[in-house]
């Protein structure tokens, strides 16, 4: 499964952003897709979950409110999944990965989003949330 992430930009703090992931049709028929994010020389955060075709949608607390995954399942030879990311704080910049995992979202919130269970990753873009 190729996930390509794309919508990384530079954007001042208490702005908003949109992050796309790019996925084959039928991704979310089989597969979580989960929003992680990574400070240079830190650990790897996942943030986001949408579960599939059923749209269930799961946060951290780091951004709940302020950001929204989504997914547009209507295109005919793709899905996407959206991160909607409102009232931006300097402490969101990162390179923002996209992720695929057989898991359920339930299950990665319990466990924490350990990177070990994700199946496919994308490359991932950058956001720098500037003062």
């Known amino acids: 499964v190729q996930l390509v992430e794309s919508g990384g930009d530079l954007v001042h703090a208490g702005g908003s952003l949109r992050l796309s992931c790019a996925a084959p049709k039928h991704t979310l028929e089989d597969y979580a897709i989960t929003w992680f994010r990574q400070v240079s020389g830190k650990e790897r955060e996942g943030i986001s979950c949408i579960s599939g075709t059923a749209g269930m949608t799961f946060y951290v607390d780091s951004v709940k409110g302020r950001f929204t995954i989504s997914s547009d399942l209507t295109k005919s030879a793709e899905e996407t999944v959206f991160l909607q990311m409102t009232n931006l704080r300097e402490d969101d910049t990162a390179r923002y990965f996209c992720?695929?995992?057989?898991?359920?979202?339930?299950?990665?919130?319990?466990?924490?989003?350990?990177?070990?269970?994700?199946?496919?990753w994308g490359n991932g873009t950058p956001v720098t949330v500037s003062s």
């Open positions: 992720a695929a995992t057989e898991l359920s979202c339930t299950f990665l919130m319990a466990t924490g989003f350990q990177t070990s269970d994700m199946d496919y």
